[in-house]
């Protein structure tokens, strides 16, 4: 992990709050993906504020995007919020679409045509 990385919550109600603090690398994935675990056994919905990350590695995003469909297809509640909000919302975007990549009879397709339009 990278050595200035670290991640605050913060309960409001039902919901938590997590704010990612310094620099995001794979290892930072995998810790963010691990916390994110834990916070949707007790939770409604978890807020990520990404607002006070400094250097995102591209490693670190591809390891959140091949590890983030699990969460999808659950359907836990998450938001990223902040001005780089758009990258990891980017990522589970993609992680949807490759999730719901199908394979039946041979032939690789899309399940929803309609994710393909954006």
Known sequence: ???NFSIESKRHGKDIHLRL???FDGASALE????????????EKVFINTDFL??????????????ISPFISSGNRFEFTGEIASVFQE????????SDFDTRN????FKDNSLLIH
Request: with cysteine; aromatic share 18%; charged share 10%.
């Open 91 to 98: 990522c589970c975007w993609q992680s949807q679409v490759y």
């Open 106 to 109: 041979g032939n690789p397709s």
């Open 32 to 43: 963010l993906i691990f916390f994110m675990n834990r916070c949707f056994s007790n939770n």
């Open 54 to 67: 400094c250097l995102i590695e591209p490693f670190g995003i591809n390891v959140f995007r091949y590890n």
């Open 21 to 23: 603090i310094g620099d």
């Open 1 to 3: 992990m990278a050595p």
